[in-house]
């Protein structure tokens, strides 16, 4: 999202932004790359559809997909509700519900009273990792339901087979992070 020339994207209490936008570059005289906005809505609205699809909520795919989409990878409650054409009730249900998914987390802008929210810089890994504390209580509580039904009954060796599912991936994915740490700084240069 781009301001227009003499609009104010710092609206409120805080010291003032530079406001003034020269052609192809942003608020802060940062050149901008020059992007077609209905190609980028397009961007996300489709990997929305995605994320939906997959199961998260609509509203908040439609909020991590722009934040996704964003050079800075933060946006505040009125960029986005702009960017979407959504209420702010609407963005701040989806970054509640993607703070807890630890998908998003909330920042103060400096000097201002106004919040942004913001993607994590190793985004999928902060994520995942955040769910190996659910795989563990998954196994528990798969293990209780093996002695409470009996190892040999139907029900007993389908959820045996589940807890060894589950055992397996957890051993797998402690390698699987650390390759994908290795790899990601061969790429990208973070560590």
Sequence with gaps: MRAEAGASPNA???????TTVTPGHGPDGVPQPNRDPEAV??????????????GMPRMPSRVFAALLASDTGGLSSAE??????????????AVR???QQ???SRERE???????????????????ASRDGVIKRWEEAL?????????????????AETLAFFEFVETEYAGMMERWRVHREELFGEG
């Design 12 to 18: 409120g209490p805080g010291p003032a932004r530079n």
């Design 41 to 54: 809505s397009r961007f996300v609205e489709r990997f929305a559809s995605y994320l939906t699809e997959a």
């Design 80 to 93: 986005l509700g702009e960017q979407l054409q959504i209420s702010p009730a609407a963005v701040s249900g």
């Design 97 to 99: 519900y993607l703070a």
């Design 102 to 104: 630890h998908m998003v």
């Design 110 to 128: 400096p000097g201002s009273r106004r919040d942004l929210y913001r993607m994590h810089s190793n985004q999928w890994y902060e994520v995942l």
């Design 143 to 159: 293990r209780e339901g093996v002695d409470n039904l009996g190892p040999t009954t139907p029900a007993g060796r389908r959820i």
